[in-house]
Nanobody
Framework: VQLVESGGGLVQAGESLRLSCAASGFNFADYAIGWYRQAPGKDREDIAC????????YYSDSVKGRFTISSDNAKNTVSLQMNSLQPGDTAVYTC?????????????????WGEGTLVTVSS
């Protein structure tokens, strides 16, 4: 099983980044794929999740309206388009596989997860 994130980097405030999560080794279509982030010295924050079976989507209030999550079942890939980035968005972003979006929202734990990609937003 692998979840590999890509697309992180250094951008200025107001700019955009697109993260990708490439999954392999499990039945991608049966899972919800979520993104969480953790900044140095801060708690983990669950920010977005998409259900591949039912298309259910969740965003945290902190990213709603700025971030868009999408899934390509043919490519086993989930993307996170991040617009209007701010210094407060600086964190390591990690994707993970959950049995449903409800599990993600309830913080009941992921079945699989990647190693994360660093996003740094300068002011």
């Amino acid at each position: 099983v692998q979840l590999v994130e890509s697309g992180g980097g250094l951008v200025q405030a107001g700019e955009s980044l697109r993260l990708s999560c490439a999954a392999s080794g499990f039945n991608f279509a049966d899972y919800a794929i979520g993104w969480y982030r953790q900044a140095p010295g801060k708690d983990r924050e669950d920010i977005a999740c998409i259900g591949n079976r039912d298309g259910d989507i969740y965003y945290s209030d902190s990213v709603k309206g700025r971030f868009t999550i999408s899934s390509d079942n043919a490519k086993n890939t989930v993307s996170l388009q991040m617009n209007s980035l701010q210094p407060g968005d600086t964190a390591v972003y990690t994707c993970a596989a959950y049995t449903s979006v409800d599990v993600f929202r309830a913080n009941w734990g992921a079945d699989y997860w990647g190693e994360g990609t660093l996003v740094t937003v300068s002011s």
